[in-house]
């Protein structure tokens, strides 16, 4: 009994050390959109970066699915408080979309069907901290939660991972996206609890 409590106690306590100040923990997921869902065609999918060069990468469906892929166990954490533990998703990461002709000191835009908007500096997605992901638990990502395909950053709240991402636009100067004018924090860390501003 002593060694069956003690078990449970530590596995709780490495638990609890997952889940920032503020959260709760949940098994659902939970849908957040500011809008109606679109209901976008893979046939017709499309990802496009502008760079601040002036040069723009574009990529199909088919094309990007060509690209390295990842496997991806991360922990995320929405503003509005719950925390899901060791979700998985498969996508391609910003440093293969990005390349090496980003300033690190600079700042991204996402730019989504619909219209949302999210910012986010570059030193928060580069070196293996954010991915556009297309399934989820082994499947192809849910139009309530983005697909075809999403932005996903979970070192962020989850409002930075845009859903129905379409594409990236590169800025020297940081400009706020749709939640970040409308009193969300700029930058979104969860550990700091970073919420509203
Ligand atoms: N395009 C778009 N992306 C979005 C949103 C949105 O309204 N539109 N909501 C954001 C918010 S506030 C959260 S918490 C998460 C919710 O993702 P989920 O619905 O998959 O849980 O998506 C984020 N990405
Ligand atoms: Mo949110």
């Keep these: 009994m002593a060694i069956i409590n003690k078990g449970f106690g530590s596995r ?15 098994r659902d997921f939970p849908v957040l959109s500011a809008g109606p869902t679109p ?14 060069s002036g040069e723009r990468k574009s990529w199909s469906w088919e094309e990007f699915m060509l690209l390295p892929q990842e496997d991806i166990t991360v922990d995320i954490h929405c503003v509005t408080a719950w925390s ?18 980003v300033d690190p000191d600079g700042f991204l835009m996402a730019q989504c069907h619909g219209g949302y908007t999210t910012n986010v500096p ?14 989820y638990d082994d499947e192809p990502l849910e139009p309530e939660h983005g697909g075809p395909a999403r932005l996903l950053i979970p070192h962020l709240y989850f409002w930075k991972s845009a859903k129905w991402v379409s594409g990236l636009t590169e ?6 996206g749709f939640w970040e004018s409308n009193g969300y924090h700029n930058h979104g860390d969860p550990w700091k609890e970073e919420r509203y501003w």
């Design 84 to 101: 899901k533990l060791e979700t998985t998703w498969r996508g391609v990461s910003l440093d293969v979309l990005l390349g090496d002709e």
């Design 39 to 52: 209901l976008i065609d893979n046939a017709e999918w499309t990802f496009e970066i502008d760079f601040l």
């Design 12 to 26: 709780r306590r490495q638990k609890d050390e997952r889940i920032p100040p503020g959260q709760y923990l949940t």
């Design 171 to 176: 800025m020297a100067e940081d400009v706020p």
């Design 122 to 135: 570059l030193e928060d997605v580069l070196d293996g901290k954010a991915w556009i992901a297309h399934t």
